[in-house]
Nanobody, 124 residues
Framework: QVQLVESGGGVVTAGGSLRLSCAAS????????IPWFRQAPGKAREFVAA????????YLADSVKGRFTIARDNAKNTVYLSMNSLKPEDMAVYYC?????????????????WGQGTQVTVSS
């Protein structure tokens, strides 16, 4: 499996910004997709965004389009989720994951490798 470690979470006022990092190790990510999911207390895990490692192609949930961006840095084996104009409903634990599949990318069951999560708190 790929080992994944998230960082960059914290507390931010509504309207503020954070950048999350997902550092990968253990194997090459060539041909992999790396997504971000989030999970708030009492709610299901929700797809946020994904990036194709080879091409940098990105996919965003409708709820975050125009506010979040996802990108990878090949040299650092790291995927970033840049979050702007944060809303209280964005508050959750954010997880990155990895798959070599190219289908079912918005389904959490597609992924075998997960990070430990990083908490994002948005105050109103």
């Amino acid at each position: 499996q790929v080992q994944l470690v998230e960082s960059g979470g914290g507390v931010v006022t509504a309207g503020g910004s954070l950048r999350l990092s997902c550092a990968a190790s253990g194997r090459t990510l060539r041909n992999y997709y790396i997504p971000w999911f989030r999970q708030a207390p009492g709610k299901a895990r929700e797809f946020v965004a994904a990036v194709n490692w080879n091409y940098g192609s990105t996919y965003l949930a409708d709820s975050v389009k125009g506010r979040f961006t996802i990108a990878r840095d090949n040299a650092k084996n790291t995927v970033y989720l840049s979050m702007n104009s944060l809303k209280p409903e964005d508050m959750a634990v954010y997880y990155c994951a990895a798959t070599s599949r190219n289908y079912g990318l918005r389904d959490q069951n597609t992924y075998d490798s997960w990070g430990q999560g990083t908490q994002v708190t948005v105050s109103s």
